[in-house]
């Protein structure tokens, strides 16, 4: 195994740290295991646990404000202003608690199309983490390794706490982004998502504005005669399920940027896919990709290494990260071109949402910036019944921009490319949750399989279609592979007025949250929205 080298920090830095450096997945998974800080699966893979943090912590999460933050950020309870002054302080008791400690770092890029890639070099305190790096990001090989630009720098360090009176933190952990300085500060979390998401925040900011590429937390896959989709999704509505597919390469299944010469690219080079419930029979490509080099995070697992998917006593939010090359049927490079579907899907837990509905620019730009998705019991503490939640963009704890800017950019490629956009509810049917089911995986692949290969004409003909009466959206009367009996919500109920109470009380909550945005978009977008008495 590699030893220990002196590694300097940072380009222009004098400090020197001491770390192992871009050590292999089986060096990491070793030092894991000879650290007593995880155990391996009967698949091979290393299964951790991350500590007081199995999520992350979005409250905690700063932009550091100053000339070049202040009149771009979009602030708020989202972007959280941090001072420069107390950034400094922060960064240098974190570099002198380094003084004696050995870590595990790593240089890698950020984004598979190279004209728009960043370098990052990343120092983890932990191995495991170091392998979550190395699943996640794209892998130098030696002869760029030689010469990698270090444009950011990402301090990974859990068990430095924070002093909230003296630091001006919320409490002891915290993930803070100087744009300014291009450094990344984690700490006192475990969490490996918070590593990720970070560096999504920062080229959300910068690809926009510097060079007019439309940054996107979705998934992407592409077909035999290179025709793309897009999956938009919160956690929890199928966006990587969906984006794994035997029958299209995929490109990535979280975060990608589209160019001006409207190619897809995807910034990562691995995968962090929920576990929860997972099993070979509903979701095959996933579960054969937890394999030797792959990481578990937060799972239970027996004596004989044997995870079981079912068991959430540690958290709902079971995860697993591992290399592109890990799933069977990947696009090398992981970029497509031809963007012809956007799928933006919901799990709907109030039940009046149609599986499949086609919306026009202007609903399709209205639902972007809303990003619905809904929240329900047993899911986060407090919560008994279904909630709405709505997150800009689909990705708001990521966008330190308006979520205006992202939208205009998504409704100028709609426009410029004839692209068809297909709402799809992932959640309840028959009722809402706790009265209906969930909507059957089998049928939402066909409807999919139904609008990408123009058997659901994309026309906006709506001889083919009835028109949801509340949300105005164009839903199918029939397609292949699915009962006609449940595309019509309403139908599925057998209760109109309780069907219409509830589908009343989900447009209020558009609209009432919608009103954030009301004055920086266009009566067009704004002419998207629910009807609701």
């Not at 970070?198 to 007019?212: A, D, K």
């Not at 299209?248 to 691995?270: A, C, M, Q, S, Y």
């Not at 709402?423 to 949750?433: A, D, E, F, Q, S």
Request: with cysteine.
């Amino acid at each position: 195994m590699s030893t220990p080298q002196p590694l300097q920090i940072w380009p222009n830095h004098d400090q020197i740290i001491s770390a192992y450096y871009q050590l292999s997945a089986d060096e990491l998974t070793k030092k894991t295991v000879e650290n007593k800080q995880g155990t391996i699966s009967d698949t091979g893979a290393l299964v951790v646990h991350t500590g007081k943090f199995t999520g992350r912590s979005p409250k905690d999460r700063y932009l550091v404000k100053d000339k070049m933050t202040s009149d771009r950020v979009w602030w708020g309870d989202i972007n959280i202003p941090f001072s420069p002054q107390d950034f400094d302080s922060l960064y240098k008791k974190m570099m002198t608690s380094l003084a004696n400690k050995i870590l595990y770092a790593r240089d890698v890029f950020v984004g598979a199309d190279k004209r728009y890639r960043i370098g990052v070099r990343i120092f983890n305190e932990s191995p495991w983490a170091n392998l979550f790096v190395r699943n996640m990001f794209i892998q130098p090989n030696a002869e760029e390794l030689k010469n990698i630009q270090h444009d950011w720098l990402v301090l990974n360090i859990p068990s430095f706490q924070a002093e909230p009176k003296i630091d001006h933190t919320r409490q002891s952990n915290f993930t803070i982004v100087n744009f300014s300085k291009k450094v990344i500060l984690i700490g006192g979390s475990g969490y490996t998502g918070e590593i990720k998401k970070s560096i999504f925040s920062v080229l959300n900011f910068t690809l926009p504005t510097t060079e007019n590429v439309l940054p996107m937390h979705c998934s992407a896959n592409v077909d035999a005669d290179g025709t793309t989709a897009l999956f938009f999704g919160l956690s929890g509505t199928g966006k990587t399920t969906l984006s794994a597919d035997a029958k299209r390469r995929l490109i990535g299944d979280d975060e990608h940027g589209w160019t001006p010469d409207n190619k897809v690219f995807n910034f990562e080079g691995g995968c962090y896919a929920k576990v929860v419930d997972l099993s070979r029979q509903k979701e095959p490509d996933i579960f054969d990709a937890i394999k030797k080099g792959a990481l578990l995070e937060n799972v239970i697992i027996d004596q004989d290494g044997g995870v079981d998917y079912r068991d959430t006593t540690i958290t709902q939010n079971t995860r697993v990260s591992y290399p592109l090359h890990h799933i069977r049927n990947t696009a090398t490079p992981s970029i497509g071109e031809q963007t012809k579907h956007i799928f933006f899907l919901t799990a709907d837990a109030f039940g009046v949402l149609p599986p499949i509905t086609m919306l026009n620019p202007d609903q399709a730009a209205y639902h972007f910036i809303s990003g619905y998705t809904a929240k329900i019991g047993g899911t986060e503490e407090g919560i008994q019944k279904p909630q709405p939640s709505f997150s800009a963009c689909f990705g708001a704890p990521f966008m330190p921009l308006h979520p205006g800017t992202y939208a205009s950019l998504l409704a100028k490629k709609i426009e410029e490319n004839e692209i068809s956009v297909w709402l799809i509810n992932t959640g309840w049917t028959g009722g809402p949750y706790g009265v209906g089911h969930r909507i059957l995986l089998q049928h939402t692949r066909a409807m999919i399989e139904a609008a990408r290969t123009g058997l659901l004409n994309p026309n906006y003909n709506y001889t083919d279609y009835h028109v949801h009466s509340v949300f105005g959206i164009a839903q199918p009367r029939s397609c292949p592979g699915v009962p006609d009996s449940i595309l019509s919500p309403r139908q599925t109920w057998n209760d109109d007025e309780a069907f219409y109470k509830q589908a009343h009380k989900l447009a209020r909550a558009f609209h009432s949250n919608f009103k954030q945005f009301e004055d920086n978009v266009s009566k067009e977008i704004l002419s998207g929205a629910p009807h609701f008495r």
